[in-house]
């Protein structure tokens, strides 16, 4: 049940639409879809299947996912084509324009059913939560934070975290949202940002000089109206190491699980914030990232795991299967040397290890008074929403 105590078994359903894995963002983008086909096979080849529940899903309809998306933006996403696009003049591109799509957001193939297909996934995982079905549940294809309610944005089309938020407040009084994806939260954090129903909370890559989404997630961006003091925003400098990670996110998460009480907990574990991501510059390993979704689980709160990005796929797809046994609570089973499976040659760079090196060059640019100062600074402002 959900009150046991930590290191006992919790009910885990998983979601994994094999529809997803040939979405192809185009052979120079960075985004790829496979990823996720690749940390099935290794949830697969470990046999973390026989230890979760893997349900089959529908996609989400236009209808679940008009709920948040403007009705214009949903009808142009349902029937862009890549042909429409190509050929596109006139009024097709000031609408493309308006709604963000080309260079970052690619009109590819298939991509109506791409979202329909993560996002299905997410609103069943919430449902699974919310009829008290599971414990914890799973949506490695989702996390895509940066969606807005009017147009794409940084590889998100839908807002598959904003549909699954809405599908808890049906059934729990506030939920809690965390971000560990390298690049901030910015579409989550402005669908509730006058919510005290929902706080989100994200770690991220500073955004100052330019790291997408340019000038989001500052310290002293807190929320607004009902909201204020639900955004919590935890930038940090390039080179950040699991020490000082944990610094930073333990406290803070204590304190908010202490002041906010959220009765459902949503977690985008996007893998971008691993060392060696072709996007991100933070020094994670992936003991340190799933830390963080060990740490959270720990609380006994019905807990929403989904994905987000994550650039060096082999990187990623070795993080999310750990993430899968931590789940579970089999991480302390799990064989570090990765079996043969379908995509083991992806690995070879890795040395076919899931816990490969941290980049022990890489200069941790975060100061500890700066980490000090920054939990302080955080935990100050979570404070004072309860006496
Ligand atoms: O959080 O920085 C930007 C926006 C631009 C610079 C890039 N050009 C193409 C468009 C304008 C200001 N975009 C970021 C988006 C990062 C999204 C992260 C998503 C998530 O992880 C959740 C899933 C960005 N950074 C890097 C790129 N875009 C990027 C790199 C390489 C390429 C290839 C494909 C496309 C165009 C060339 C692209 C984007
Ligand atoms: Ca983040
Ligand atoms: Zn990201």
């Not at 020094?283 to 994550?310: I, W």
């Amino acid at each position: 049940s959900p009150s046991c105590p930590d290191a006992t078994k919790r009910r885990v359903c998983y979601y994994y639409d094999g529809g997803i894995a040939n979405v192809d963002f185009g052979e120079d983008h960075v985004m790829v879809p496979r990823r996720v086909d690749m940390a099935h096979a290794l949830v697969r080849s470990y046999g973390l299947l026989d230890h979760m529940t893997r349900l089959r899903t529908r996609p989400a309809t236009e209808h679940e996912i008009a709920a948040f998306h403007e009705p214009g933006y949903v009808g142009f996403l349902r029937d862009l084509t890549p042909e429409a696009f190509n050929a596109a003049g006139g009024e097709m591109t000031t609408t493309a324009q308006k709604y963000k799509i080309g260079y970052d957001n690619p009109a590819i193939a298939g991509l109506w059913d791409y979202c329909r297909r993560y996002a299905g996934g997410s609103l069943a995982a919430a449902r699974a939560l919310a009829s008290r079905d599971a414990d914890v549940a799973i949506n490695w294809s989702g996390g895509m934070h940066h969606a807005r309610r009017g147009n794409a944005s940084g590889f998100c089309f839908v807002n598959d975290i904003v549909l699954a938020v809405n599908e808890l407040l049906g059934h729990f009084g506030r939920v809690l949202y965390v971000d560990i994806d390298v690049h901030h939260g910015d579409g989550v954090e402005a669908a509730f940002i006058d919510s005290n129903r929902v706080m989100t909370v994200s770690f991220h890559q500073r955004t100052t000089h330019g790291f997408f989404p340019a000038g989001k997630g500052n310290l002293r961006d807190v929320g607004e109206g009902q909201g204020e003091l639900h955004a919590v925003n935890v930038p940090m400098y390039k080179g950040m190491d699991d020490e000082g990670y944990h610094l930073l996110f333990k406290p803070i998460m204590e304190k908010a699980m202490g002041v906010f009480q959220p009765e459902a907990i949503v977690m985008q574990c996007g893998g971008d914030s691993l060392s060696g991501d072709r996007l991100g510059r933070l020094n994670l390993s992936v003991a340190g990232h799933a830390q963080c979704v060990s740490y959270m689980r720990s609380f006994n709160v019905p807990l929403l795991l989904l994905g987000g990005g994550g650039y060096t796929i082999n990187h990623v797809a070795a993080c999310w299967c750990y993430e899968t046994a931590v789940a579970v609570g089999k991480e302390k089973e799990i064989d570090d040397h990765i079996p043969v499976h379908c995509y083991d040659g992806y690995y070879s760079s890795q040395d076919y290890k899931l816990h490969y090196p941290v980049d022990k060059k890489r200069k941790n640019e975060n100061t500890s008074i700066y980490i000090r100062d920054t939990a302080t600074a955080v935990i100050r402002n979570l404070s004072a929403i309860k006496g």
